[in-house]
């Protein structure tokens, strides 16, 4: 694969194309041993970073680097293209929901994603030493992480998300291993209230998800510790779905899960069957279904309702794990009106 370029400070228009997996116009600095993304803009709503750019790794996103208020800057301008940009196409970074960074990614400048508004999920590698200050300021919509560890040590960015985002998070981590552990950071709320008879601000916290968001040690997270949260957490005010959502998440990708946190979790979930069932016929997860299905033991009138619901969703593989596990606990009663 050949690269090609426009040098910006010295104005030669000798711009080509090259192939990749998203649409990019991106402005660079090319190192001796890496590159460093100074400014990029995509007409993607889905969109992956290229991994390198003239052979060398990407390393760095600059301040400001993906803004959609892009700022003039030298460097080498480089045009990629995923099978041709199509006509009426709009390059900004406010439309990007999905966005995947480079695998050797280290360094997030200052800002980095300042008013990256649509973002929504974010993929990394967990290879990144440096947090900018304001890098995910106003992605209000960002809640979701997908993060490969590269190697035994765990990196800071976990760390990094639920100490910048009260909100709830929903973090898949995987390991060099091929273990898989799903970890869900309920919300929380920060709230200064004026105090006026006493001339002060009253400092507020208001959701259970405080806890959770601030966990880590050195900047790491220990499971057993995440794991240990979760009797205090449903002593608070808390809210159930999102409590069915991290009790079966944990249990469904059990990384360093004890066998005293699985049977708390599991408790949880048999005594709010209907719930759990809800949820997951609504993401359409059957699969999700049939694990539950495996450690609890919901009552006919729950199976009954769970299995109209999934026949109203159309969810035929649902309806069939339903009516198999109704004839198999109650072969007397079972429903004999749903067909697939």
Known sequence: MVYYSRNITQ???DTETVSGLSNWRLIV???ADHVIILRGTTCDVRAALPDTLFGLPVTALE??????????????????????????????????QDLTFPSGLTRVGDYA????????????????????????????QLDTFFLTRTGAEQGESLAFFAGELPRELDVTVNYPDGTVARLLFPEYQEIYEENCPAHHFDYVISGAGYPYHHCFRQKQLRLKEYDALWPAYLGMEHEPEAAVR????????????????A???RA????????AMDWLLKTGDAEGLQFLLSFTEPDHETLAAASAQAREGQNTAAVAILIE?????????????FDL
């Not at 949880?268 to 719930?275: F, G, I, M």
């Open 325 to 337: 596990e109704q004839h198999r606990r109650f072969p007397a009663g079972a429903l004999k009106s």
């Open 29 to 31: 600095r090319r190192e």
């Open 268 to 275: 949880y979930l048999q005594a709010h069957v209907p719930e």
């Open 11 to 13: 104005g030669v228009n």
């Open 263 to 265: 049977s708390r979790y």
């Open 113 to 140: 994603l300042l008013n990256c508004v649509g973002l929504k999920t974010i993929r990394l590698h967990d290879s990144v030493t440096h947090w900018g200050g304001g890098a995910l300021m106003n992605c209000r």
């Open 246 to 261: 991290l009790a079966w998440q944990r249990l469904r990708w059990p990384a360093e899960l004890t066998d005293k946190a």
């Open 63 to 96: 301040r400001h680097a993906l803004s959609p208020e892009q700022r003039e800057t030298g460097g080498e301008e480089v045009l990629i293209t995923c099978g041709g940009v199509p006509a009426q196409a709009e390059w900004n970074t406010r439309l990007v």
